[in-house]
């Protein structure tokens, strides 16, 4: 049985960690643990089931912790956004999924509170220094149910109408371990597939279908409840077993007791480390100021 996980740090896991074609390298600032890994060649992306290119993973407190903007490890995640980003331009940012259901919820809620500038500009603009602002623009895709439109199609007509320098995506993610739910950032250079921390993938978000660089942002909210089952039995997961735990052969996943609390912290997180990531020219305090 496959193992389901969005982290690539899970991935190299369970591929073991020898996989040739995989750079590895794990440091710590500001009191929290961060992973970069690299996927280098197609042999590597073969072994990991990952897309070739870097993958920042940073191990968080429990986001029921609260963070304000003042602490400086949103400082210290920002910077890790920015190294993905393109130094100028315009950056389109899209929070991805279906805010009515709680696991799925992280991309709009982090969506709402980045700040959206491309249309700031003029006289005003120069006079009260926000000139100075990054130019954003900020979409809730909503998801295929509700409006119709495959989510890649609708950022790729945006991008054809605005053209910009990059996408930044946002999404909930699965993964194989409860103790990583709320307590781990993945941000990658690959694209994303939207829907895949609740099971239910889309086509791909990636440079190649869209055209310009996709920067992926997201928290762990869900974990696929057979790969939970085959995890703590160590692998031995008979058929009548995996029956129990999808009746009728539905896909089942387990989610934290306090999902709204954590869905709403990550988006908080997320979205004051991104605005400043994208808007240096300002520190923290002035752009929650703006928001």
Same mark, same amino acid.
């Given at each position: 049985?496959?193992?389901?996980?969005?982290?690539? $740090?899970?991935?190299?896991?369970?591929?073991?960690?020898?996989?040739?074609?995989?750079?590895?390298?794990?440091?710590?600032?500001?009191?929290?643990?961060?992973?970069?890994?690299?996927? +280098?060649?197609?042999?590597?992306?073969?072994?990991?089931?990952?897309?070739?290119?870097?993958?920042?993973?940073?191990?968080? &407190?429990?986001?029921?912790?609260?963070?304000?903007?003042?602490?400086?490890?949103? @400082?210290?995640?920002?910077?890790?956004?920015?190294?993905?980003? &393109?130094?100028?331009? =315009?950056?389109?940012? @899209?929070?991805?999924?279906?805010?009515?259901? %709680? *696991?799925?919820?992280?991309? *709009? +809620?982090?969506?709402?509170?980045?700040?959206?500038?491309?249309?700031?500009?003029?006289?005003?603009?120069?006079?009260?220094?926000?000139? +100075?602002? !990054?130019?954003?623009?900020?979409?809730?895709?909503?998801?295929?149910?509700?409006?119709?439109?495959?989510?890649?199609?609708?950022?790729?007509?945006?991008?054809? !109408?605005?053209?910009?320098?990059?996408?930044?995506?946002?999404?909930?993610?699965?993964?194989?371990?409860?103790?990583?739910?709320? /307590?781990?950032?993945?941000?990658?250079?690959?694209? $994303?597939? *939207?829907?895949?921390?609740?099971?239910?993938?889309?086509?791909?978000? %990636? +440079?190649? %279908?869209?055209?310009?660089?996709?920067?992926?942002?997201?928290?762990? %909210?869900?974990?696929?409840?057979?790969?939970?089952?085959? #995890?703590?039995?160590?692998? #031995? /997961?008979?058929?009548?077993?995996?029956?129990? $735990?999808? *009746?009728?052969?539905?896909?089942?996943?387990?989610? &934290?007791?306090?999902?709204?609390?954590?869905?709403?912290?990550?988006?908080?997180?997320?979205?004051?480390?991104?605005?400043?990531?994208?808007?240096?020219?300002?520190?923290? &305090?002035?752009?929650?100021? =703006?928001?």
């Amino acid at each position: 049985m496959q193992l389901r996980t969005d982290l690539a $740090i899970e991935a190299r896991e369970i591929a073991g960690e020898n996989v040739g074609g995989v750079e590895y390298k794990k440091y710590s600032e500001n009191g929290l643990e961060i992973s970069r890994l690299i996927i +280098k060649n197609q042999r590597a992306k073969q072994a990991l089931g990952k897309e070739m290119g870097t993958y920042i993973t940073i191990e968080l &407190p429990s986001l029921t912790d609260n963070f304000t903007e003042t602490d400086e490890r949103l @400082v210290t995640i920002g910077s890790e956004i920015k190294r993905l980003l &393109p130094v100028n331009g =315009l950056v389109l940012v @899209v929070g991805l999924g279906n805010i009515d259901i %709680t *696991p799925d919820s992280l991309g *709009p +809620k982090t969506s709402r509170r980045v700040l959206a500038t491309r249309h700031i500009g003029g006289e005003i603009a120069r006079s009260t220094g926000l000139d +100075k602002l !990054r130019p954003v623009a900020v979409v809730q895709t909503g998801v295929t149910g509700q409006t119709g439109i495959e989510t890649g199609e609708y950022i790729l007509s945006i991008v054809k !109408r605005i053209r910009p320098n990059a996408v930044v995506a946002i999404d909930a993610l699965a993964s194989r371990k409860l103790e990583r739910l709320g /307590c781990t950032l993945q941000i990658s250079d690959t694209g $994303i597939s *939207p829907g895949a921390g609740v099971g239910n993938h889309r086509t791909k978000i %990636t +440079k190649e %279908t869209i055209g310009v660089p996709v920067i992926a942002i997201g928290v762990p %909210t869900v974990v696929d409840a057979q790969t939970l089952a085959s #995890d703590l039995l160590k692998g #031995d /997961c008979s058929a009548k077993m995996q029956k129990m $735990i999808m *009746p009728s052969g539905r896909q089942m996943v387990v989610i &934290p007791r306090e999902i709204d609390l954590l869905t709403e912290r990550a988006s908080r997180l997320i979205s004051f480390a991104l605005n400043g990531a994208l808007q240096n020219e300002f520190d923290l &305090p002035e752009l929650i100021s =703006l928001m």
